[in-house]
């Protein structure tokens, strides 16, 4: 393993993890307004840049090469680094939905995904690479 790739995603686990707390603190709130759900939206949108270059940087570090969000998450499932790839793939989808458009209805919808599905997700990658950090 090539040492200053080994930093790398150590340094960017670093940062991923303090979003990850940020919306897993306020991703089951209950976002009762336009401004929480924004919020969450926002916390997850960081969260989930985070964690794909996470998965980018600690894939890198073990040899491979990692050429799109999508490849690190295909990637990430084949290596056993997240568990449902077909979760991950929805999140991006998602995500760079989210960062074009804005609709109240689908935000609401977007706060319910994020707490039932992507959070659990994320979870995961965070305690498995917490185990190595």
């Known amino acids: 393993m090539d040492s200053s790739k080994d930093v790398r995603w150590r340094q960017r686990f670093e940062n991923f993890e303090r979003s ?15 401004l929480e759900r924004a919020g969450i939206i926002q916390f997850f949108e960081m969260t989930f840049e985070l964690s794909w270059k996470l998965q980018k940087d600690y894939l890198e570090a073990q040899g491979f090469i990692i050429k ?30 989210t960062t074009h458009t804005y609709n109240e209805e689908m935000a609401k919808i977007f706060v319910n995904e994020i707490s039932s599905s992507y959070l659990p997700a994320i979870k995961h990658l965070h305690e498995k690479l917490l185990e190595e950090y």
């Open 20 to 34: 990850f707390k940020l919306l897993e603190k306020y991703a089951n709130t209950g976002a009762e307004n336009e």
């Open 68 to 97: 799109s969000p999508r490849d690190a998450i295909k990637k990430a499932y084949q290596a056993d680094l997240i568990n449902d790839g077909h979760v991950w793939i929805d999140a991006l989808a998602k995500r760079n939905l």
